[in-house]
């Protein structure tokens, strides 16, 4: 009898329950680390918390972290695909295909790839333009070097990266003639021994400035463990290396997520392209580290933030020269997106060459 | 090359090498006696995770480095009851134990992962690893104990006929296995990158396991082994950092690639694996045989 009455009670729970939340949408997200990166995918967190605040009970969110870039993604995707979840957010780039394979399995289900070029009816790319953080940072470390060497730590080549380096060592030989970069490949986007490992090597051939497209913060802790100066990444990574620390760039996806988010409750979700950076706020600056920086410098950065905002300063300004010594972008003329997104080539005066 | 960049590059080597050295002789001891134990990662990781905490809570490195141990004991103790006394196939149990070291050592940090820590001086651990790889070198040849762990790894039906108490051996050197891959851990998350994040090992585990194989179950070659691995991946960087095009993805892989090519190596010949591998590795003992 008991048995009887509480089933028929659980039935009638799950019914108002299901009741209560059928408009909920559900909102899933793979990530490529662990949230407690305190970089990429701690930052992706931050966006997916935000978001929630922000739309409150009319979504729930779901996460799978450490999700391997192989055939494990599509597994991971298709879980989250199978389970109802109304939108899902893919954030790294080596997910394309992947999110792809699953976008086509189900066509009633919203993708969205971080850093990607492929999209579908389903499935929308979205990415924030770092690079003009590289040029503030490039900026920097131009006139901060003492020894005209700038470590720089990377994760795998790929276009978002090579940008990445390309637009800093413009900016870095826009002030500084004579800088060097000296670039160690760690093909890991995570891995805080190796990253370490790298960091020391560089400081070890006389680097004074670390730089990483990595993304855990032993890079930064090596920095000022060996008393030279860093840039963290992707979120303010102060506390950990205070005398190193001079600024991260920071990610900022929680409006955006919010966003689409909201598109996606409202019913007017669209597959679009979106690349924003300094103006539309989704790339900042973390402050700038008054200890170590001149404020003449910390001003100088604050006004090239201004002007990549207006649009008066480019990270990509003509002429540009490839290693081979041809002219990619004409003076007077900037960079467009479609080469950006494609950028496979070092600009002249980078040594060595883009691993294939 | 001047000196200091030489030094340096040592100094860096020494540094990033030591871990393997510690899970490696640990490992090795653990399957001289007959025991394959996969879960070095597991123990490597709580062990990581468990000195962290103890340093944020305490403040003192001596007790972080002894509930680092402690874990050790405890983890691998629950391995050596499974695999010895509950007779569970050991691979299956191995990799049981990395999969819930892993998933623990993230749900245990989760609230400490981003606390900033000062880091211990890694050169006292360093100067141990090798006084280590000499002890047990020492230990395995030439004492009494030593002999009867191989023996039991060569034959335990032999070494139990002989009187030799099987289980009680195994149970320690899979202890002894155990606390060193969580010293390993230690040494990782308060020395080498004075931090905790989630899977910060990244699968140094694995390439422990790996040399083990390599150094065809002897101390003096797996600490070779280590720095040859350890060696290479910090000359790979060098030469990148110095210019040269070196393909990265394929210097990650050369842990497991060299450690295949030994296994072709001595599996070619009958005598030669017989001569290398512990006998009765990975095959569960029963008394009642």
């Known amino acids: ?33 662990p949230p407690g990166d305190h970089g990429w995918t701690y930052m992706h967190d931050q966006g997916r918390i935000y978001m929630e605040n922000a739309l409150g009970d009319s979504i729930s969110t779901t996460y799978i972290e450490n999700v ?96 990445g380096i390309n637009a800093f060592y413009l900016a870095a030989a826009k002030v500084n003639p004579d800088v060097k970069i000296k670039i160690i490949w760690n093909y890991s986007w995570y891995d805080p021994g190796k990253e370490a490992d790298a960091a020391n090597t560089l400081i070890n051939q006389g680097a004074d400035i670390i730089v990483q497209h990595t993304d855990s913060y032993a890079p930064c802790q090596a ?13 303010n990574q102060e506390a950990f290396c205070p005398n190193a620390h001079m600024t991260s760039i920071e990610d900022i996806w ?33 402050p700038y580290n008054t200890k170590l920086l001149p404020l003449d410098i910390i001003l100088e950065a604050k006004n090239m933030e201004t002007a990549i905002e207006n649009g008066t300063l480019h990270s990509f300004e003509g002429p540009i020269y490839n290693q081979a ?11 467009d997106d479609g080469m950006l997104a494609g950028m496979m080539f070092y600009v002249q005066g980078i040594d060595g060459e883009v691993p294939q | ?49 468990t000195g962290f905490i103890t340093l944020v809570l305490t403040g003192n490195y001596f007790y972080s480095l002894f509930f680092s141990i402690i874990s050790g004991v405890i983890l691998s103790g629950i391995f050596a009851f499974l695999v010895l006394n509950l007779m569970t196939n050991q691979i299956a149990t191995g990799l049981a134990l990395t999969i819930f070291g892993i998933g623990l050592s993230a749900m245990l940090g989760k609230k400490f992962s981003g606390t900033p820590i000062e880091g211990l001086n890694p050169y006292f651990f360093i100067l141990i690893s090798f006084l280590l790889v000499f002890l047990v070198s020492y230990f395995l040849s030439k004492t009494k104990s030593g002999l009867i762990i191989r023996a039991v790894g060569e034959n335990h039906n032999s070494a139990y006929a002989l009187g030799y108490n099987v289980i009680k051996t195994r149970y320690m050197t899979i202890i002894f296995g155990g606390v060193m891959s969580s010293i390993a851990g230690f040494y990782i998350s308060i020395c080498y990158a004075p931090m905790w994040q989630e899977g910060m090992t990244a699968g140094r585990g694995w390439i422990a396991l790996a040399l ?27 030469l990148q950092a110095i210019g040269v095009k070196l393909p990265g993805q394929f210097f990650n892989m050369m842990p497991y690639l060299a450690t295949i090519i030994v296994l072709v190596f001595i599996s070619s010949n009958k005598l030669r694996l017989k001569l290398s591998a512990p006998a009765s590795l990975n095959i569960s003992f029963e008394k009642n045989q």
Not at chain 1, 76 to 86: E, F, N, P
Not at chain 2, 17 to 44: H, Y
Request: glycine share 10%.
């Open chain 1, 1 to 33: 009898m008991i048995r009887k009455i509480l089933t028929i009670f659980s039935f009638f729970t799950i019914i108002s329950v299901s009741a209560l939340y059928a408009d909920q949408k559900k909102i899933g997200f793979i990530y490529i680390g």
């Open chain 1, 68 to 163: 391997p870039e192989n055939a494990d993604a599509v597994r991971a995707i298709r879980k989250l695909a199978a389970s109802g979840h109304d939108l899902i957010f893919t954030t790294s780039f080596n997910y394309m295909d992947q999110t792809l394979e699953v976008a086509k399995e189900f066509p009633d289900v919203k993708f969205e790839h971080a850093t990607g070029f492929k999209r579908m009816d389903n499935v929308s790319t979205y990415s924030a333009r770092f690079y003009e953080g590289r040029t503030i940072i490039g900026h920097i470390a131009g006139k901060m070097t003492k020894t005209n060497t700038i470590g720089y730590i990377v994760s795998f080549p790929i276009p978002e990266v090579i940008r």
């Open chain 1, 223 to 235: 920095a000022e463990k060996a008393g030279v100066l860093a840039f963290g990444q992707a979120s």
């Open chain 1, 254 to 286: 929680g409006p955006y997520y919010a966003a689409k988010a909201q598109a996606v409750v409202d019913g007017t979700w669209g597959s679009e392209d979106t690349w924003q950076g300094f103006k539309d706020g989704m790339v900042e600056m973390s």
């Open chain 1, 325 to 335: 010594g041809e002219l990619v972008v004409k003076e007077g003329e900037v960079a």
């Open chain 2, 1 to 49: 090359m001047n000196t200091d960049l030489i030094i340096g590059i040592l100094n860096i080597v020494l540094i990033s090498t030591t871990p393997l050295v510690f899970a490696g002789i640990g490992e090795l001891v653990t399957e001289k006696s007959g025991v394959l134990n996969l879960g070095l990662e597991g123990l490597m990781l709580v062990g990581a995770v």
């Open chain 2, 212 to 238: 083990v194989v390599f150094a065809t179950w002897k101390p003096w070659r797996l600490l070779v082994g280590a720095y040859i691995f350890g060696g290479v991946a910090i000359m790979q960087m060098n």
